[in-house]
């Protein structure tokens, strides 16, 4: 028969392996949080540029199912719970997308934007009007120098 500690053990290993173990300690981090939270201490106002890195954050988290990290980010942040409408990120945000590109956050076309370039060193339009100042032609010598001097 088997013994006590080898019964949590087969039944640790079991939750972990069907990921019920992590969700259960963040939902108890999450309600945690709630529990200590000092709603009494006044945050600080929501400034509008935290607005809307939060939200493409929120965004962020909730396409890859970390809702109570989510959860947690809203009520740490005073974040409206109701998700800002994308159309409305996209507009202040000065962004394009293409109409198969909303099936993914935000978040991800603007780093694909600033990590992918195109065979001519243009990079891919996800960003309207200016492009981002692209490297001069001696970039990489003056990169090479700024490690020999120690700067990177």
Same mark, same amino acid.
């Given at each position: 028969?088997?013994?006590? &500690? $080898?019964?949590?053990?087969? =039944?640790? +290993?079991?939750? !972990?392996?069907?990921?019920? @173990?992590? *969700?259960?300690?963040?939902? #108890?981090? &999450? $309600?945690?949080?709630?529990? =200590?939270? +000092?709603?009494? !201490?006044?945050?600080?106002? @929501?400034? *509008?540029?935290?607005?809307? #890195?939060?939200?493409?954050?929120?965004?962020? =988290?909730?396409?890859?199912?970390?809702?109570?990290?989510?959860?947690?980010l809203v009520a740490e942040s005073g974040q409206p719970v109701v998700p800002l409408d994308r159309q409305f990120?996209?507009?202040?945000?000065?962004?394009?997308?293409?109409?198969?590109?909303?099936?993914?956050?935000l978040l991800y076309g603007i780093l694909a934007h600033f990590l992918h370039e195109s065979k001519d060193g243009i990079r891919n339009a996800f960003l309207k009007g200016s492009s981002p100042q692209l490297p001069s032609p001696n970039f990489s010598r003056q990169q090479s120098r700024r490690k020999q001097i120690g700067l990177l």
């Open positions: 028969m088997a013994t006590v &500690a $080898e019964l949590k053990a087969v =039944l640790k +290993d079991t939750l !972990e392996k069907k990921g019920v @173990l992590g *969700h259960l300690k963040a939902r #108890i981090r &999450a $309600e945690v949080f709630k529990a =200590l939270d +000092d709603e009494r !201490e006044p945050r600080p106002p @929501l400034s *509008h540029e935290n607005l809307l #890195i939060n939200e493409l954050i929120r965004e962020y =988290l909730e396409f890859n199912k970390y809702k109570y990290t989510s959860s947690v990120l996209i507009h202040e945000l000065n962004l394009f997308e293409e109409p198969k590109g909303n099936t993914v956050p």
